[in-house]
């Protein structure tokens, strides 16, 4: 089983950028789907989260209003879209599933740089 995130990238602070996240080898469409970013200051900082239908999503405080998370449970992908960049979310993105009673998968990680 494992997790495969794509889409990072430069971008300059106001833009924009889509990560996907796909998962392998296990049921996605039950498991709550999240997205995590760990800071050059090594900080791990929860992102958003979304339930398994998709129905309930969640954000940290800093990026309300500017990201959104989706996912397709057909094409076994989590999307996290953000908008209105900051410098301060130049972070190392990373998606992890999670359900109680089964085990926790976690992605390799995508960069995502904003910088002039």
């Known amino acids: 089983a494992q997790l495969v995130e794509s889409g990072g990238g430069l971008v300059h602070p106001g833009g924009s950028l889509s990560l996907s996240c796909t998962a392998f080898?296990?049921?996605?469409?039950?498991?709550?789907m999240s997205w995590y970013r760990r800071t050059p200051g090594n900080e791990r900082e929860f992102v958003a989260g979304?339930?398994?239908?998709?129905?309930?999503?969640t954000y940290g405080d800093s990026v309300k209003g500017r990201f959104t998370i989706s996912r397709d449970n057909s094409r076994n992908t989590v999307y996290l879209q953000m908008n209105n960049l900051k410098p301060e979310d130049t972070a190392q993105y990373y998606c992890?599933?999670?359900?109680?009673?089964?085990?926790?998968?976690w992605g390799q990680g995508t960069q995502v740089t904003v910088s002039s």
């Open positions: 979304i339930s398994p239908g998709g129905g309930t999503t």
């Open positions: 080898g296990f049921t996605f469409s039950d498991r709550h």
């Open positions: 992890k599933s999670h359900q109680l009673g089964r085990p926790v998968y």
